[in-house]
């Protein structure tokens, strides 16, 4: 063996990538001063790519598949670099493996509520969260925009500014979407197409695709919610009468000594009826007994008696009675265009106009006759 096909040997190298950390984008393959040997194999698999640095300078992508580093299957190293034919000597060049699979289950949220006016319930705040997945559609452009140098470049390093533009753009999107804040939940899958169709370009000029958004949930504040709940167990409920009856009956049959009490009280009703059948000539053979009268209805409750203010000179005063109100009228301090206001009433109104008391100044006393 000749010294020379002895060196060509030592040089022969190869160079692949296996991933075992499922989080890594970029890795940078490690060689003792950047020398790749002319000749070396690159094995780049499938859900790789390989981008050549020369000098700084990015000089080849390679897509899956084998490949000889030697002049005729890389035109574009062979206009960079000078290649010594006779002894075939290593070039100083670094290769970048870039994982071009789908990342997902990546999460996303909101971190501050989002303001949006509701047609039914004005404006709200509003939280939302899901999940994406991320891939490299241009290895290229994403070592020139965001990798740069760096040797290890994982998920994390770029999952934060992700983050940033979905929350963005889905501020915006549900700002403007018009959808009400009861049938969002409805429209999940819209609201994914559409922040990840309006996030598209913008990811795509650092080299990378979002290939599925989806919205997992959008909340309201809890104060809100609890009164959303109390709202749909109204709508439950229906008709509230029957329904506090119907606790009572619950609350009744929980308790043991509700529901003794009201077997012996069944027993003591059957008792009676027995015994009163019997006294009129048979066991079961007398005619019924009419059932008795229902009790009295009880009186409806009195009328809620007003209190009056008075506005007078930019200034309130009150609260007074209609009692009170009739004295002033006879002492001169209550007129009829006196604006005065209760509880119930839409505005401030002349006391004239008001029905309670345009009473008052029809039963005035005419004035005193003239003396002598």
Do not use: C
């Amino acid at each position: 063996m000749g010294i020379f096909d002895f060196l060509s040997g030592e040089f022969i190298d190869v160079i692949h990538w296996t991933d075992d950390t499922r989080d890594t984008l970029v890795w940078r393959f490690e060689r003792e001063a950047h020398e790749i040997k002319y000749g070396a194999k690159l094995t780049v698999r499938e859900g790789q790519a390989a981008v050549f640095i020369h000098e700084g300078q990015l000089a080849d992508v390679f897509s899956p598949g084998l490949y000889m580093l030697e002049t005729n299957n890389m035109p574009i190293m062979t206009t960079l670099q000078s290649w010594d034919h006779g002894f075939k000597s290593p070039f100083k060049s670094e290769i970048y493996f870039v994982n071009t699979t789908r990342f997902s289950n990546l999460k996303w949220g909101t971190k501050n509520p989002v303001i949006v006016r509701d047609p039914e319930f004005g404006a709200v705040r509003l939280r939302a969260f899901g999940t994406y997945s991320v891939r490299v559609t241009d290895p290229a452009l994403f070592m020139r925009e965001i990798v740069g140098t760096d040797g290890e470049f994982t998920m994390d390093e770029i999952s934060f500014q992700i983050r940033n533009i979905i929350v963005q753009e889905f501020s915006r999107t549900i700002a403007r979407s018009n959808i009400p804040v009861l049938d969002m939940a409805a429209n999940t899958r819209e609201l994914g197409n559409l922040v990840g169709k309006e996030i598209e370009a913008q990811l795509a000029e650092y080299g990378l695709a979002l290939p599925e958004l989806y919205v997992e949930n959008i909340s309201l504040p809890p104060a809100v919610e609890d009164v959303l709940d109390k709202r749909t167990s109204m709508g439950v409920v229906g008709d509230l009468n029957k329904y506090m009856q119907f606790q009572a009956a619950e609350a009744l049959g929980r308790d043991g000594a509700g529901a003794a009490a009201i077997q012996a009280g069944m027993g003591a009703g059957l008792g009676m009826q027995i015994g009163a059948q019997a006294a009129a000539g048979g066991p079961w053979g007398a005619a019924p007994q009419p059932a008795a009268a229902a009790p009295p209805m009880a009186p409806p409750p009195p009328p809620v008696e007003h209190v009056w203010h008075i506005a007078e000179n930019g200034q309130t005063t009150g609260p007074f009675s209609k009692a009170k109100m009739g004295r002033m009228v006879t002492e001169g301090g209550l007129t009829r265009e006196t604006l005065v206001w209760t509880a119930g009433q839409d505005g401030w109104k002349k006391a004239e106009d008001v029905v309670e008391l345009a009473q008052l100044f029809t039963v005035m006393p005419p004035p005193p006759p003239m003396a002598g």
